[in-house]
């Protein structure tokens, strides 16, 4: 399982791509994935539902990673992404996250995709913007974010 795009490929985080060198030389610089793979180890249903590993086609390097916060929940699941310093401001999260987005809203199993940001993290409010979610919720720190299928 893989999504292309015009400049990335998108490679969900399974039992096999962990022992590849593409992904050690990644995750050491990275949060621990562990509990994922434990939990995918026990229901294979949760591959594509976790998380993405964002590979720029040109270097053939992770730039950062995205993904859903699980499998879909009455037809509603989150996403959240992070880029390397260096791939960020290029239009590489607005890419991948739309892509992902179509893939989840193609699988029949999702209505609707939320997200969550900081009220202060402008990067991330531009690329939510730019993929057409909606602002549904604001506090002083954190704005929540929907996308329904059409």
């Known amino acids: 399982m893989r999504i292309l795009t015009e400049r990335l490929e998108l490679l ?14 990644y995750i050491k610089n990275r949060k621990n994935y562990k509990p994922y793979l434990k939990a995918l180890s026990k229901d294979s249903d949760l ?4 998380v993405w590993l964002v590979v720029s086609k040109n270097s053939n390097v992770i730039i950062g990673d995205i993904g859903f916060k699980g499998k ?15 791939a960020r401001n290029k239009g ?16 029949n199993r999702v209505e609707k995709v939320m ?8 990067s991330s409010i531009k ?17 929540t974010w929907n996308l329904h299928k059409v």
């Open 47 to 50: 591959l594509g539902w976790g």
């Open 92 to 107: 590489y999260a607005t890419e991948s996250v739309t892509a992902l987005i179509e893939w989840a809203f193609s699988t």
């Open 115 to 122: 997200a969550q940001c900081l009220s202060d993290n402008h």
């Open 12 to 25: 969900p985080i399974d039992l096999d791509i962990i022992h590849s060198s593409l992904f050690k030389k």
């Open 72 to 86: 879909p929940i009455d037809e509603t699941v989150e996403v959240g992404y992070g880029f390397s310093p260096h």
């Open 127 to 143: 690329v939510l913007e730019k993929i057409g979610m909606q602002r549904t919720e604001i506090n002083d720190e954190l704005i």
